[in-house]
């Protein structure tokens, strides 16, 4: 528990000044909901992969490094958070391709933070989607979401059914 308490705390102080893309919705939602949606969909319970869900965009968006994040929390965290960690330097197609390619080869940890990712993403883009967001977009970022997905190794029945309800739900309306 105290374990994932630091998590919130640093991850909250990291993300302080950024928003979700909708220009409302402070950032720190959007990790908390991802550590959540593990624990409350998924049934996850570990406190290094719920402390790896709050912390998984801090490397990506944040001015936190690997070693920091290590130090913190462990080599356990560090390396999940790593894994689901795009590398900023590559073109967005570039990353967002990789994240296709590479889902097969993540770990068990890293799939259920990436499948909990997905989720909360896919559900803010369902229910307040940004908005400079047009339908198409809408919908592409959720068949980009659903090849991810799709790629991922088999970790968690409920989080990937209730993943696939929301497509199905999302594309039936």
């Known amino acids: 528990m105290n374990l994932v308490l630091k998590a919130t705390q640093f991850a909250a102080l990291k993300h302080r000044n950024q928003r979700r893309k909708d220009g409302k919705t402070p950032y720190i939602i ?11 969909i998924g049934g996850i ?43 900023k330097k590559l073109t967005f197609s570039k990353r ?15 799939t259920l933070v990436k499948i909990a990712d997905k989720i909360s993403n896919v559900s803010d883009v369902i229910k307040s989607p ?13 068949d980009w979401a659903e090849a991810v997905i799709k790629n991922c190794q088999k970790v968690n029945k409920k989080l990937e059914k209730h993943f696939f309800k929301l497509l199905t739900n999302y594309r039936e309306e």
Request: negative net charge.
């Open 30 to 40: 959007h990790p908390i909901s991802v550590a959540m949606i593990l624990a409350e």
């Open 45 to 87: 319970d570990d406190p290094e992969i719920l402390s790896a869900a709050l912390l998984h965009d801090t490397i990506e968006d944040t001015n936190t490094s690997a070693k920091e994040l290590d130090k913190e929390f462990g080599s356990t965290v560090r390396k999940i958070v790593e894994e689901v960690t795009d590398n």
């Open 96 to 110: 967002k391709q990789l994240q296709i390619d590479k889902a097969p080869f993540l770990s068990k940890d890293a």
């Open 130 to 142: 940004p908005p400079e967001w047009d339908q198409l977009r809408c919908d592409n970022y959720i």
